[in-house]
């Protein structure tokens, strides 16, 4: 359960972002929510989620890989919930911050966010290689953005056996 001080900050930094006035610029390109988790800005195409709810009920599972956070009952389904700061086990709790849910073909994931920032269009023309330093591989990450949020492939990611290992 979240306190007064925690939903105070939150609506505090609602209220800032909404007071900026929106972007003159326009950008060609697909729509992508940007979130964060442990202080890594990361994007994933809007086209991929279905929701974006609460982090609430998160359901610990014994004995499974890291990168998984639990599972979560959301609406007739068992959706496992993934931590993309499981390497460094930093970033808030997995009961606090949002979900953001993530539809595939034959299943539904989740993944863990402290903060979703914004929609915004990602310009291919923008994108380079991720660093060899970042701990996911780039059949999960593709790219970074000229704001050094990663891009994030989520057909990859649901590839990626250390992402899923139990």
Not at 102 to 129: F, K, N, Q, T, Y
């Amino acid at each position: 359960m979240r306190d007064e001080r925690q939903i105070e900050r939150i609506l505090q930094d609602r209220a800032r972002r909404y007071a900026q006035p929106p972007a003159t610029e326009q950008v060609d390109g697909e729509a992508h929510v940007c979130f964060e988790r442990a202080g890594v800005r990361y994007l994933v195409p809007l086209t991929g989620l279905a929701e974006i709810r609460g982090a609430e009920r998160i359901t610990r599972v014994p004995g499974v890989g890291a990168a998984i956070a639990g599972v979560v009952h959301l609406r007739g389904r068992i959706v496992t919930v993934h931590d993309l700061a499981w390497r460094s086990r930093a970033g808030a709790a997995p009961d606090e911050g949002w979900l953001l849910v993530c539809a595939g073909e034959l299943d539904h994931m989740a993944l863990l966010a402290d903060a979703v920032d914004a929609i915004r269009p990602v310009d291919p023309d923008a994108l380079r290689p991720p660093p060899v330093t970042l701990s996911l591989p780039a059949t999960c990450a593709p790219a970074i953005d000229a704001d050094r949020a990663i891009l994030l492939d989520l057909d990859g990611l649901r590839r990626e056996p250390a992402f899923f290992r139990a």
